[in-house]
């Protein structure tokens, strides 16, 4: 019996054009250069369509590549067909035409590769009133803003050159004032449409890029959230539910054309619980997923969480976070199993982070693993206090703006010291200990592996081996 290996093939191949109703380029083997090849063009993974390469390209054959009849074009079918979507491939052969150098795209900046095309993403816009349920917590803020920093003590929040009083000069003038106000109803319509304004700026959304997105086209919508699908699939891969992508080993590009939808599902299934975030804002851009806006700070979040589970080293750790932005981090640290999690931050962030925890919302998920969660936030400004927040760091402040500060709200410099000592692990520079080697926490499936990117590389070497 004879047996006869493959003849090996040294394919190139690029597409020249994306756009306007038609996909271009050439392919040609450097060891056949008489083999013509049929391509196939897809789109979000899908093929659409067959295109022969044999035209003939003069630059080909004055580059040396045969006799330059290599190139092929194929006019789109009726449909919608982004251009981000589309790929082309080899039939028969697992090789995937290059991007052209000469193609300016928004996917160049992502980290996984699009050499198999986007899949379709779905941007949306939360669309979200304020009910009687913010009233009522805005109610709670105002009487304890009224309290402990009414007046004067407001005031000093804001100014004096610091870089924290700068931000609540700059950005939380309106909030400050609200807060230091009696109207709660127009400090819950604040509260649920942040994201639309100022205050967010550098916390998630801010007011530019909420309006960026408005005036964007559909495509421009699709570009804002191509990077959101971009972590994702980054996120997948670190939990090991994907496969590690290497170009060395010539795998690029399947994790990426998956849908964002996929993607969540499998990232749930491996932790236990939904990730997708409760309807708490109003006009807060992202991906859609299901009833949900999914944005990049709740992937980055989440990330933030599971690594800071993972480097305590313990299976249900207390962790200090300096800057907790929304509080997306804690949330998903509370559904990982943590228990406990104080954050350190500006007042008028802390005023966001309890009107986002304190209202119950339908999509706060609780598996049977992991009871506690922020759905059962406190109903009350003094059940808060137990892990309310506090200033970025005493020495990063003056006197000025650390004086009125809600007492609820500022332990001492000794307590987070002491808050260290007994273990609350930190996740900034103020606080330093060191982080203990040990295995991950146990009871979740993303933890059975003894450490997720050890093994999703071990994964990609053995498939490579």
């Known amino acids: 019996m004879f047996f006869t290996r493959r003849r090996r093939r040294e394919l190139f191949g690029y597409i020249d054009q994306r756009s306007g109703g038609r996909v271009s380029g050439w392919v040609y083997d450097r060891l056949r250069p008489s083999d013509r090849f049929e391509v196939e063009i897809c789109s979000a993974g899908a093929v659409i369509g067959r295109a022969r390469a044999e035209r003939p390209r003069d630059d080909l054959a004055r580059a040396g590549f045969g006799d330059g009849r290599y190139g092929f074009h194929f006019d789109l079918p009726d449909g919608d067909f982004p251009d981000e979507t589309l790929a082309a491939r080899v039939r028969g052969e697992d090789f995937w035409l290059l991007e052209g150098a000469s193609r300016p795209s928004f996917a160049e900046e992502l980290i996984n590769s699009t050499r198999r095309g986007l899949p379709r993403l779905e941007p949306t816009l939360s669309l979200r009133q304020a009910d009687a349920r913010d009233s009522e917590i805005a109610a709670e803020l105002q009487s304890a803003w009224r309290l402990h920093v009414h007046g004067r003590g407001a005031q000093r929040l804001g100014g004096g050159g610091a870089m924290w009083t700068d931000i609540v000069s700059r950005r939380h003038r309106p909030l400050l004032g609200l807060l230091d106000g009696g109207d709660p109803r127009a400090l819950a319509q604040c509260l649920v449409g942040v994201q639309k304004s100022a205050a967010a700026t550098g916390i998630e959304q801010g007011e530019e890029a909420y309006r960026d997105f408005l005036a964007a086209s559909p495509q421009g919508r699709r570009a804002a959230v ?41 990232i749930e299934a491996a932790l ?86 304190a209202a119950p919302r339908p999509r706060f998920p609780c598996n049977s693993a992991i009871r506690r969660s922020p759905r059962a936030a406190p109903a009350s400004i003094s059940s808060w206090r137990r892990r309310s927040t506090t200033p970025p760091s005493s020495t990063a402040i003056s006197s000025s703006i650390a004086t009125p500060f809600p007492k609820w709200a500022t332990p001492s410099a000794a307590a987070i010291s002491r808050a260290s000592a007994a273990g609350r692990h930190c996740c900034s520079a103020s606080i330093r200990r060191p982080i203990a080697r040990s295995a991950p926490p146990a009871g979740s499936r993303w933890s059975e592996r003894c450490c997720p990117i050890t093994a999703s590389r071990a994964a990609t070497a053995s498939a490579a081996g």
Do not use: N, W
């Open 272 to 357: 236990g619980f939904s990730i997708a975030p409760p309807a708490v804002f109003d006009g807060l851009y992202g991906i859609e997923i299901g009833e949900s806006v999914l944005h990049g700070r709740d992937i980055q979040a989440l990330y933030l969480a599971l690594r800071a589970m993972e480097a305590s080293g313990v299976a249900r750790p207390k962790i200090c976070e300096i800057g907790g932005g929304f509080g997306k981090a804690a949330r998903y640290a509370l559904l990982a199993g943590a228990r406990h999690y104080t954050i350190v931050d500006l007042p008028t962030v802390a005023a966001v982070q309890f009107s986002r925890c």
């Open 226 to 266: 191509a990077p959101f699908h971009d972590m994702l699939a980054s996120l997948a891969q670190y939990l090991g539910v994907a496969r590690v992508e290497c170009a060395e080993q010539d795998y690029e590009g399947e994790t990426l054309v998956a849908t964002s939808q996929r993607l969540v599902a499998e």
